[in-house]
């Protein structure tokens, strides 16, 4: 089991996530329809997104924003872990 921290950048997954969001992820799980989830678009390997899980196509996952305004690349692409939790940073609190 191996557990890791992602940061959300970006408004593509607004209104479920925003940007600056923390997400704990859980890699090698099986990825379900309707997942949130951290891959790579085969078109581009070097850019990490945060997308949600549409349906399984050509041995990967088709991707979706929830965001419908929002641009960005959509696609089949390899999942590398899925969001198991999301959580903000606590903000800081000023001592008088």
């Known amino acids: 089991m191996r557990i890791g921290r992602v940061v959300v950048s970006g408004p593509s997954m607004v209104p479920t ?3 600056g969001d923390f997400l704990i992820v859980r890699r090698a799980v099986t990825v379900g ?8 678009f085969r078109e581009r390997p070097g850019l990490l997104v ?3 899980a549409v349906e ?5 996952w088709l991707l979706s924003s929830d965001n419908p305004f929002a641009p960005g690349p959509t ?7 899925r969001a198991v939790l999301r959580y903000w940073p606590l903000p ?5």
């Not at 399984?56 to 990967?60: F, H, S, T």
């Not at 800081?92 to 008088?96: A, D, H, M, Q, V």
């Open 17 to 19: 996530l925003r940007d």
């Open 33 to 40: 329809t309707g997942d949130i989830v951290v891959a790579r």
């Open 50 to 52: 945060v997308k949600r």
């Open 56 to 60: 399984k196509r050509d041995g990967g």
């Open 75 to 81: 696609g089949v692409a390899d999942v590398e872990a």
């Open 92 to 96: 800081l609190r000023r001592l008088s």
